[in-house]
């Protein structure tokens, strides 16, 4: 509650100064300096990076450690902070050399600092969150959990609905799909006091689902685990617990599917019928049962359909009628 | 009491009831899926979606069993409109329901143990049961395991022409049954042909 006062002043005086744009902000940066930084970072990729491990820049270094990053200059430079100096988030004292000073880990620059606005507006939602309620997982959960500053890429630019549904799927099953990770953040278990509670498996939960594997590709947990949202509208960052998640098929398979609102939000307005199909934006990805639909082709099975049963039942009648004046005549 | 033949094993007669079964669950469960919408009154769609399951791996099964019951028996031969004069048998056949049918003519085709179908039934249930059919069971089961469908098609998703084939060749199979089921009551009497799939035998 403090906490977050401090940061409505904060933002409030430096937004009334417009200082938001230093080298701290998220005001877009320009080429001369991502030059800059680009070439400074190298210095970092000597060793992080996977060629920087396999050919360690000194004799005798071991970067073992390093082994499970997935940091390279083709995965960090496209990603939304790939413009930036490692240092501006990784303290520019600290890591300059090797060994990094033990400092360094409690130095990295948090979300906050650079993107007060957005917390601000997403703390909330965030602390109404399912993993923001247990304890012990709480403590753990913060903006890095889910986001991975080195390789996100905000879904406006990533653009490709099957990208954005395998990067924001990765954040969640990266813990609900390995027990591994999840064991790191699951809370004690209540009948198993003294030890963590076992990680439900992702696919029997949803049993209810068919084919859960196709869902997952093609659509994200947070399309069923956040609240309603308004068109053209971002995300809650609120993630529903199982009472509230969607379970209703029909929120994405009808006409009016709500995945135009969420996965699908940044292409809506390019929605052109193409082919004659509605929802045809949602087609260019996936084929979604009650909700891609060619209403010219349906009309045109449905009038078949229709003539068909007509015709039979006008044949009948005919052949009633024949047979009763046959009937009459005998 | 009318003459009578024995025209249809009971194999046959199993499989058709079952066949007509199951494509009426599918029929009304596919329906469910396609046109799903909060304000019409169809199945629900996730008991849709399982029945629609169930319902499409029993046909498949049931169609297995069927060619091989037509190969092993022999009764295959009935689909197989026999020439000469296909296409003129055909058009006395059409002639009849378009005519003679109004004025009780009698029924120009005699059935007959060796030949059980007119050449019209014979070649309509072919196209059906071996070129239809087989279409929409094998896109149902391209649809039940959506890793076979092609990943992309002019910049669509792979799966729709499958869902369309589907859905195309499921609306042939239902056009055909409200025809076929209709022509059912075109034996000697109303009933009659109704009674034959029953109890296998055939009135003239
Ligand atoms: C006369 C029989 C059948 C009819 C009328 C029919 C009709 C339909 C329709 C209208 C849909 C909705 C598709 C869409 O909206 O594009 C559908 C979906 C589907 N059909 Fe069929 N179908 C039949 C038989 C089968 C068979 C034999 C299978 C074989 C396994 C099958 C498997 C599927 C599958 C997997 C789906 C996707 C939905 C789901 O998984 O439940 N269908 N069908």
Redesign the interface.
């Known amino acids: 509650m403090l906490a977050s006062w401090r940061q409505t002043i904060v933002v409030l005086l430096l937004g009334g100064w417009g200082l938001s744009a230093f080298a701290g902000g998220d005001a877009p940066i320009d080429t001369a300096t991502i030059e800059l930084n680009r070439k400074a970072n190298e210095a970092c990729y000597a060793c992080h990076s996977a060629a920087g491990i396999a050919k360690p820049p000194k004799a005798g270094l071991d970067l073992s450690k390093l082994k499970d990053s997935r940091l390279e200059p083709p995965v960090f430079n496209p990603s939304d902070h790939g413009v930036m100096d490692c240092r501006e988030c990784h303290s520019k004292t600290h890591y300059n050399d090797y060994p990094h000073a033990e400092a360094g880990k409690t130095s990295t620059v948090g979300c906050t600092e650079c993107h007060a606005a957005k917390v601000l507006r997403l703390e909330p939602q965030f602390n109404a969150s399912v993993h923001a309620k247990v304890k012990g997982v709480k403590e753990k959960f913060t903006c890095f959990t889910c986001h991975d500053p080195h390789i996100n890429i905000v879904q406006k630019r990533l653009k490709d609905p099957a990208k954005i549904v395998a990067q924001d799927n990765h954040g969640c099953l990266e813990c609900h799909n390995s027990s591994e990770t999840f064991a790191k953040f699951a809370p004690e278990g209540e009948k198993t006091p003294g030890q963590k509670k076992a990680r439900p498996d992702i696919d029997t939960i949803h049993d209810?689902?068919?084919?859960t594997r196709?869902h997952w590709k093609s659509v994200r947990c947070i399309e069923c685990h956040t609240p309603e949202v308004a068109e053209a509208k971002m995300l809650s960052h609120e993630i529903l617990n199982k009472e509230k998640a969607e379970k209703k098929?029909?929120t994405c398979?009808?006409?009016n599917s709500t995945l135009k609102v969420r996965l699908y939000r940044h292409m809506v307005k390019d929605e052109q019928q193409?082919?004659g199909f509605t929802n045809?934006v949602i087609?260019?990805?996936?084929?979604v049962?009650?909700a891609?639909?060619?209403p010219l082709?349906?009309n045109i099975?449905i009038g078949?359909?229709g003539l068909?049963?007509l015709g039979?039942l006008a044949?009948?009648a005919?052949?009633i009628i024949?047979?009763m004046g046959?009937k009459g005549k005998e | 009491m009318s003459e009578r033949i024995y025209l249809l094993p009971l194999w046959i007669r199993l499989w058709h009831w079952t066949n007509a079964l199951l494509i009426i669950l599918l029929m009304i469960t596919g329906i469910s899926?396609?046109?799903?919408?909060?304000k019409l009154p169809l199945v629900e769609?996730?008991l849709a979606?399982?029945l629609h399951?169930i319902g499409g791996l029993a046909l498949v099964a049931l169609y297995a069993l069927f060619v091989v019951a037509n190969i092993v028996s022999g009764n295959w031969w009935q689909y197989v409109p026999k020439p000469p004069g296909v296409l003129a048998r055909c058009w006395v056949q059409a002639k009849w329901?378009m005519g003679g049918?109004?004025?009780?003519e009698p029924h120009p085709y005699r059935v007959s143990e060796e030949a059980n179908f007119n050449a019209l039934q014979a070649i309509s249930y072919w196209v059906i049961m071996y070129m239809i059919m087989p279409v929409m069971l094998l896109s149902g089961l391209v649809f039940l395991f959506?890793d076979f469908a092609p990943d992309r098609l002019f910049?669509?998703?792979g799966?729709?022409p499958?869902?369309?084939l589907h859905?195309?060749t499921g609306?042939a199979i239902?056009?055909f049954m409200?025809?076929h089921v209709?022509l059912g009551?075109t034996g000697a009497t109303v009933t009659s042909m109704f009674k034959t799939m029953i109890n296998g035998w055939h009135e003239h």
């Open positions: 209810w689902l068919p084919n196709a098929c029909l398979h009808s006409a193409k082919y045809s087609l260019s990805n996936s084929y049962i009650g891609t639909r060619h082709l349906d099975l078949l359909a068909t049963l039979v044949h009948g005919v052949r024949a047979a046959r | 899926l396609h046109f799903a919408d909060p769609f996730s979606a399982r399951q329901y049918i109004f004025r009780g959506p910049g669509l998703d799966l729709l499958v869902a369309i859905y195309v609306a239902v056009l409200i025809i209709y009551t």
